[in-house]
């Protein structure tokens, strides 16, 4: 240590003045206020709550409730105000306790209780009800009103999920906007007038938004209520615990609650660079999958009777022999291992570790259904880079129905004029009608249309404005990657300085790929080829369902089958899971605590809440207990796993052994609830020529993407969401039904080279001619599944519409 | 025309009068044709335009400012200081017209668009062209299905004839105006709410501040709205000058004023006034307007602006018809419609007529207006039909305290040694529909205690015994 002095607090300058403070009075107290504040908000800031329905800092004041009125004076003279509309000026005097502010405040209560129905013992608001909370606090303490109230049908469903109490309504406007504000789907609005103003649905229009249960969290009073969680429990009974949301990965913040060990509900948690308190229908709701009464609650061994449950002692010790077995046979590359991506970094990391013991060339978080790993090694782009970039570039899949809350994001991006978005993509988004362009292309030429389009003037001239973000991810999953992956080529050659957002969907997938259960030369599709081609002894589906997900599902069937072995670590039986030898009951979500990884690289904390079904068991756990049985081909002495206990070493092993994660100590994630960022690797995209097929005039050209609702076990083990999903059809543009000769509705074959399909066709403005979009793993009491026709080899698949 | 038929009544117009004054808006009515192109051409129609276009938009609007033309829409704002008030170099900027007049009391607003469309229209182009405005809309009132034909119709000849439209009368002064009618709410006669009603939403009135229309308006632009009667006086302006306009009426309050009276008079209709200086006595007792009292009866009280107004009583018959005076005396001109009752009239009943009104029209926006004001008229209900008793009258008083907060205005009364609170009154609404739910019934009881008094009896008294008393007792062991 050399001699320095430091100097540099004694010649330290004055601090500059803030230049966004605004000094204001508040209740006789001087404070600093920051420029273009509320005065509601800088009053609550500085411990003067002031009483409010309306206001939420993430929407638009409407000042409708007048509960926040102060008095306020900016130079004329104390004046009653609503502080949720009035901003903080210089020398503003405020008095949120004045006699006249608490006399109009108390009465605002009183006239909001006069037809407030105070059923609170039997409503499921009653305990955190911000109603009755505020009466308590700001009312007058005395009912006055003796009329008859006002009465409505009480409850009414607005959708599958939501129901409304008109009665309980104080009309704050609250739900309507977020409805129409945020979420973009005007689909409840006032109706009446006066003293009969209601909160309605139009006709015959549900509110089916894919947000409707963020309107009942946001409810200051029980008038919207969710039908999973409704009449559960009290309030004051739920025991609660910050989490992440790990059902895509896009990582909004929750809280977790539970009663009597049961999960009950989720809220989201206002998280600034991520979810700004809201969640999509469902994450919010598929709790219910945890609670599901298919939950694999013990291991599972096949015997001639089928699938026994068994000790762990007896399943794991089969599994262990299963791999050692193959190991001594055929050596590390007859033992693939896939998945890892729907559990914790803690989880992926220890199967990753096993993977590197037993030294597998087959390992993959996607179910070829993702993009190649190489997109991680570019420039990331956080949320809210996404979110103020001047450009959004968006090259990928329909946000809204992957990666919800990111489509909120970005909407609001849009909406509000910070961003202007660039979309690329075969049918309309979601995002669509608020793109500056929004660009089509057939499926599978996103490559050329790129090209097309940063050749072009304008769209030249708006990348060349500022800050560019391009959100990528599988469009897709009936073309390869290829052409995603040129067309993002193109697009970087085009911006160098373009920030990516890598837009794949699954929870922790980025967490699982930068932990070890990246491909390390052969992928998803290639350990399917050559399980298919029987060269896999042992087939280990950590949390995978290639049946379900993996997009050729012809081949995944084959697969299944060609692998000699499959051991399956799952939470529920799937239809992969049903094909085990040796299934290890896995504990979910809210059953193991840990942390997971967001598409930013954002490593946020994941809670243990209730007691895990059964004697199911962490991911990390299993993947530790069966390399102590794997002898030489387990953990050896001095590996970082080799002593852990708990989750809690999980991590500290992750911080020391990881390459991307030194920062995230459990220290650092307790400090910061709103995540760590790990480290970036650095990638180049890999090389690909892409060749399109030619096509006839026949043909339609098949785009498959997800719904946010399909067969997924999150969503059919959750009974609020299962009849949710759209179910399988062939969805083409509705001049094309005439061409094909059949109405809305009609069942229809959907031929390929590779296989024919029957599901009904549907016409949808949303699809552009020539093209037929189906929605992927899908129920099927109408149709077949559209997987059959999906080709992995294939860079585009074409399909001839006839009547059936 | 010779002067004999100047006093009578013309059966097209019934309720309408025109007396030996100066008229600068009915200058027309006398004729029966009065809303053609061709009569208003031959009656100096659109003379005023033309005088306006050929000198500079600042002119026109120094002329307006001059005049003092104040608004008549209710506030009484000076127009040609309204249209300052927009921001330079924000595109497009537009006018509104204020025609859904549904204050009850009042249809002058009526007459002069079903009367003299034209008349309207010039007025709307003087406005664009001094304002520096690119597009008008024209609102009137859903219900006035004639006055939406006079308009159409008028709008079509004009456009016709090259004032309306692009390059008007060959100058590079282009206006579009367009005819829209409101679906029925009396909220939506408040600017703010006429403007969502105009964008296609529900009627509901935004929040001024942060953002008055002349900065923020229609489509998030700058937006100008005036009231029918207002822009009709622009012609007059235009071509006369502000001397000649000025010249009429008093300093404060120049011009002339449409005044629509009715209820308990001999003649209830429309009468152009001389602005400022023509007391209540004469509108109420005037051989040329209403002509007293029917039946000779005493005079009672009589509502002064609207029924949104507090009421006046006898003692102020001899307050000039002028926005300052009335508002010292404890009330407001409004729209310019005065409702007169007789000794006759059932002062509780009134009250209760117009509460209702104003109830049933809240939009439900906001909390004090959509509960107060069903409240107030539920408990006056009861009132009324004789089951209330006194602790319903106190608490109406709570309830307006909540909707109005500090002192009340409301007319002085020698009969009951009270003195006149001042208008304006304070609010915790967001527009003025939830106060005038309350402004009836505060007249009411403050100036009629007795007729309420009779109506009620005593509340049960509450039994509650003292804390103190409890543990004196030994109650609390």
């Known amino acids: 240590m050399t001699d320095v002095v430091d100097d540099t607090t004694a010649s330290a300058p004055e601090p500059e003045p803030d230049p966004d403070a605004v000094a204001v009075t508040l209740n006789g107290t001087a404070i600093s206020a920051r420029k273009g504040e509320l005065v509601i908000a800088a009053a609550e800031r500085h411990g003067a709550p002031i009483p409010h329905f309306c206001y939420h800092p993430r929407m638009t004041p409407v000042g409708m409730c007048r509960q926040c009125l102060v008095e306020v004076d900016t130079g004329r003279g104390m004046q009653l105000q609503p502080s949720c509309m009035i901003t903080v000026s210089p020398d503003m005097v405020i008095d949120t306790e004045s006699p006249t502010a608490k006399r109009a405040q108390e009465g605002m209560i009183e006239l909001l209780l006069a037809n407030h129905p105070l059923d609170c013992p039997v409503c499921d608001k009653g305990g955190e009800c911000p109603l009755q909370d505020q009466a308590y606090a700001h009312g007058p303490g005395e009912s006055r009103f003796v009329e008859e109230k006002r009465h409505y049908e009480k409850p009414i469903p607005i959708s599958d999920l939501v129901l409304l109490d008109r009665e309980r309504c104080i009309l704050c406007d609250r739900c309507t906007r977020f409805a129409d504000e945020i979420a973009g789907d005007k689909l409840i609005h006032f109706t009446q007038r006066g003293n009969e103003t209601q909160v309605m649905t139009f006709p015959d229009e549900p509110f089916a938004s894919y947000f409707s249960g963020n309107t009942v969290q946001i409810c200051p009073v029980g008038a919207l209520t969710a039908e999973p969680y409704r009449f559960k429990a009290r309030p004051w009974d739920l025991d609660q615990r910050e989490s992440t949301c790990t059902t895509c990965a896009v990582g909004c913040r929750t809280v977790v609650q539970s009663s009597r060990d049961e999960l009950l509900r989720y809220q989201g948690v206002d998280s600034d660079p991520v979810n700004h308190g809201w969640l999509c229908d469902r994450g919010r709701f598929n709790f219910e999958a945890v609670n599901s009464a298919e939950r694999i609650a013990d291991p599972l061994v096949r015997t001639a009777a089928g699938l026994e449950p068994t000790r762990w002692n007896g399943a794991l010790g089969a599994a262990a022999s299963l791999i050692n077995d193959a190991l001594a046979k055929g050596g590390p590359s007859s033992i693939a291992i896939l998945g890892g991506a729907r559990g914790t970094n803690e989880d992926a990391f220890a199967w990753g570790q096993l993977a590197d013991a037993i030294d597998t060339p087959y390992r993959d978080a996607q179910l070829g259904d993702g993009l190649p790993i190489e997109v991680l090694g570019l420039k990331r782009a956080t949320i809210d880079d996404a979110a103020n970039a001047a450009t959004v570039v968006l090259l990928g899949p329909d946000l809204k129905e992957e990666l919800p809350v990111l489509y909120l994001r970005l909407r609001d991006a849009a909406v509000s004029g910070r961003s202007k978005l660039v979309e690329f993509s075969a049918v309309d988004t979601g995002l669509s009608r608020h793109a500056w362009r929004s660009i089509r292309h057939e499926p599978g030429t996103q490559h050329d249309a790129v090209a097309g389009a940063v050749a072009d003037e304008a769209i030249a001239e708006q990348l060349a404005a500022g800050d560019v973000v391009i959100v990528t991810g599988r469009q897709s999953l009936a073309e390869s990657t290829d052409a995603t992956v040129a067309a993002l080529q193109r697009l970087l050659d085009a911006v160098p300085d373009a920030t990516v957002l890598p837009a794949l969907r699954r929870g922790n997938v980025v967490g699982a790929l930068s932990l070890g259960m990246a491909p390390t030369g052969y992928d998803a599709i290639d350990a399917m080829t050559e399980a298919a081609a029987g060269t896999i002894d042992v087939l280990v589906l950590v949390g995978a369902d290639p049946l379900n997900d993996f997009p050729d599902v012809e081949l995944a069937r084959d697969a299944l089958t060609g692998a000699r072995h499959i051991i399956s670590v799952d939470t529920h039986l799937s239809e992969s899971t049903q094909l085990a030898d040796v299934v290890l009951a896995a504990a979910a979500y809210g059953e193991k605590a840990g942390t997971t990884t967001n598409l930013e690289g954002r490593v946020t904390t994941v809670a243990h809440q209730v007691t895990a079904t059964g004697t199911a068991r962490p991911d990390w756990m299993i993947a530790v207990e069966l390399a102590s049985l794997l002898g030489d081909h387990g953990f050896g002495d001095g590996h970082p796993l080799a002593e852990v206990t708990t989750v809690d070493d999980v991590t500290d092993a992750i911080v020391a052994t990881a390459p991307l994660f030194p920062g995230v100590t459990r220290a650092a994630l307790a400090a910061s609830p709103d995540g760590v960022m790990t480290l970036q690797p650095a990638a180049a995209l890999p090389d690909v020529a892409v060749s399109v097929p030619a096509r006839n005039r026949y043909d339609y050209r098949l785009t498959v993407s997800r719904t946010l609702y399909d067969r997924a076990v999150g969503t059919a083990m959750s009974p609020s969401l299962a009849g949710l999903a759209p179910g399988s059809a062939a969805h083409v543009n509705p001049l094309d039904l005439a061409g094909i000769g059949v109405d809305d509705g009609t069942i229809v074959q959907l031929i390929s080279a590779k296989a024919t399909v029957s599901m009904p066709v549907v016409g949808n403005v949303r699809v552009p001619r020539g093209v037929v979009w189906a929605p992927f793993n899908q129920r099927t009491e109408r149709g077949g599944h559209i997987e059959d026709i999906i080709d992995a080899g294939a860079t585009a698949i074409d399909v001839r519409i006839e009547r059936s | ?477």
């Not at chain 2, 005088?51 to 400012?65: I, Y």
């Not at chain 2, 009137?140 to 299905?145: D, I, K, L, P, S």
């Not at chain 2, 235009?238 to 120049?254: C, D, F, K, R």
């Open chain 2, 1 to 477: 025309m010779t002067d004999s038929t100047r006093a009578v009544t013309h059966d097209y117009i019934p309720g309408f009068y025109i007396g030996d004054r100066p008229q600068v808006v009915t200058s027309r009515f006398e004729y029966e044709d009065s809303y053609t192109l061709e009569r208003f051409l031959a009656t100096d129609g659109y003379k005023g335009l033309e005088k306006c276009l050929a000198g500079t938009p600042a002119q026109m609007h120094e002329e307006v400012k001059v005049s003092t033309v104040l608004g008549r829409g209710g506030a009484g704002f000076p127009a040609g200081v309204k249209w300052g008030f927009t921001p330079a170099g924000v595109w497009p900027r537009y006018l509104v017209v204020n025609g859904d007049e549904s204050e009850p009391g009042t249809y002058k607003d009526r007459l002069l668009m079903e009367r003299d469309p034209h008349q309207l229209i010039e007025g709307c182009l003087i406005a664009c062209y001094a304002a520096g405005l690119s597009q008008c809309f024209l609102y009137v009132r859903g219900e006035m299905a004639l006055a939406q034909e006079r308009i159409a119709t008028a709008l079509n000849e004009a456009y016709a004839a090259g004032y309306v439209g692009t390059n008007i009368l060959g100058t590079d002064f282009s206006v579009d105006i367009v005819l829209h009618w409101g679906a029925g709410a009396y909220v939506v006669g408040e600017e703010t709410a006429l403007i969502e009603s105009l964008e296609g939403e529900r009627g509901m009135p935004r929040l001024k501040p942060p953002f008055f229309p002349a900065a923020v308006g229609l489509y998030g632009k700058p937006t100008i709205v005036n009231n029918v009667e207002t822009l009709a006086n622009l012609p007059f302006v235009a071509l006369n000058g502000s001397v000649a306009y000025t010249a009429i009426g008093t300093a404060t309050s120049p011009g002339t004023r449409m005044v629509a009276v009715s209820g308990h008079v001999k003649r209830p209709g429309v009468f152009e006034i001389v602005n400022g200086s023509t007391t209540f006595r004469d509108i109420i007792y005037g051989e040329e307007f209403s002509q007293g009292i029917r039946d000779d009866n005493d005079l009672k009280a009589f509502v002064p602006g609207g029924g949104s107004a507090p009421w006046f009583l006898p003692d102020q018959l001899d307050v000039p018809f002028e926005g300052r005076e009335a508002g010292t005396a404890g009330s407001m001109l409004g729209s310019g419609a005065v409702m007169v009752m007789d000794s006759t009239t059932d002062i509780p009943a009134a009250a209760l007529t117009l509460t209702k009104f104003y109830a049933h029209e809240s939009c439900g926006k906001c909390t004090p207006c959509r509960e107060g004001g069903t409240w107030l008229m539920r408990l006056l209900e009861r009132v009324v039909a004789g089951h209330g008793t006194d602790a319903d009258l106190a608490q109406m008083l709570e309830v307006g305290q909540t909707i109005c907060p500090g002192e009340m205005p409301h007319a002085s009364s020698e009969r009951l040694g009270l003195e006149a609170v001042p208008f304006p009154y304070k609010m915790t609404t967001i527009c003025f529909v939830g106060p005038s739910a309350w402004a009836p019934l505060h007249s009411a009881l403050t100036l009629f205690p007795e007729e309420f008094a009779a109506r009620v009896t005593p509340a049960p008294k509450r039994i509650s015994i003292p804390v103190t008393a409890l543990a004196a007792a030994g109650a609390d062991q």
